[in-house]
């Protein structure tokens, strides 16, 4: 009897402990957390963003197996929805039992936008599922993607390397141009001049396979949302320009604000997956590209300038070109730390492999 009776005291006196804690409510459950595959048939992005607030689980699956972002794909959400998830966290490349992916859902039966978005926003094209089909293969069978123009792309990336990390599905910001022939034009290349190394893609006149000049239109390679766009821009003087080289000289590295003095003006685009593109040495800045403004793959973002350049601080037009960059993240360039080689290579699955150089210098 005392044994029981000194149990009893251990099991109220734990149970106080608890509630003192706020673990065990008297007379209140936890909250339930939303159930997100009933919040996705809204297809609205607030409504998933406030279900993520209050805990509603972005990793669980629905008795077929798939996960939240598979689910939106096949039942028709925006871009929107799917850029929600994948900003929350999302694994883009995650499989079924089935080895689906949420791609493979898009190819298969979504909507062209869906696979574009997916392709930009980092999405691997090479994956099979258990039936030994890729994302080309099942879009054989959806006649909105077969006839698009991305399908070409997933025929052309289908059976090539894919390097996780990065995306596909961008278009070079000149019409009809290719990669530069020249490694000095890469990523990675150095730049003694200033003790750095280059962090885009240049786009010379005699490099790229159509002309350059200075005015020619500069294109954005993928939707996405302007970040920066320097409207006001004001040239540098030429001892300004000569004031930061020296600076430069003096470390062992380009200091980055000095780097971005050198870049001229500048627009920054933030795409799917959180990629961001800066597009250099501009002329000018189109009309309606301003911070939030939302740009679409091909619209004119600026033209073909030199500014940022000596040329441009010695008042001249001279030596025009489009420098291009790609970043993940704020410190990781596309070509950091890789040979030329690789870099084509890499470039190829970014800009497809019609954008690659006709020969290699």
Known sequence: MRLLVVA???????????????????????????????????????????????GADLHGRNEAGLTPLMTAISSGASTAVIGTLLEAGANINEQAASGTTALMLAAGMGTPAQVIYLL???????????????AAELAMTNSRVRTSGVYPRLIDLA??????????????????????????????????????????????????????????PINAVAD?????????????????????????????????DILDALRGRQVWIRHAGGFVTRYAHLAAVAENVIVGATVAQGDIIGTTGNSGTLEAAQGTQDDPHPHVEVWRGDSTFLGAGLEPEQIWELAGQVFGQAALPPFHD
Do not use: C, M
Not at 120 to 134: E, I, S
Not at 189 to 206: C, I, L, M, Q, S
């Open 159 to 216: 059976d090539r390397p894919f390097v996780q990390g990065w995306p596909t599905g961008y278009v070079v910001p000149v019409e009809g141009a290719t990669i530069s022939s020249r490694r000095s034009h890469l990523p990675g290349a150095p730049r003694t001049y200033r003790n750095g190394v280059h962090e885009g893609f240049d786009f010379y006149a005699g490099t790229v396979s159509v002309p350059i000049n200075y005015g020619t």
């Open 120 to 134: 930009n926003a980092g999405a691997d094209p090479t994956p099979k599922d258990t039936q030994g089909r890729n």
């Open 224 to 256: 996405g949302v302007v970040i920066r766009a320097d409207t006001e821009y004001v040239e540098l003087s030429l001892a300004e320009y000569q004031a930061l080289i020296d600076q430069a000289g003096r470390s062992l590295d380009t200091p980055p």
């Open 8 to 54: 009893i005291l251990v099991v109220l006196l734990v149970a106080g402990g608890l509630f003192a804690f706020g673990v065990l409510p008297p007379g209140e459950k936890e909250p339930e957390r939303p159930d997100l595959f009933v919040i996705l048939e809204q297809n609205d992005p607030a409504a998933v963003l406030q279900a993520l607030a209050e």
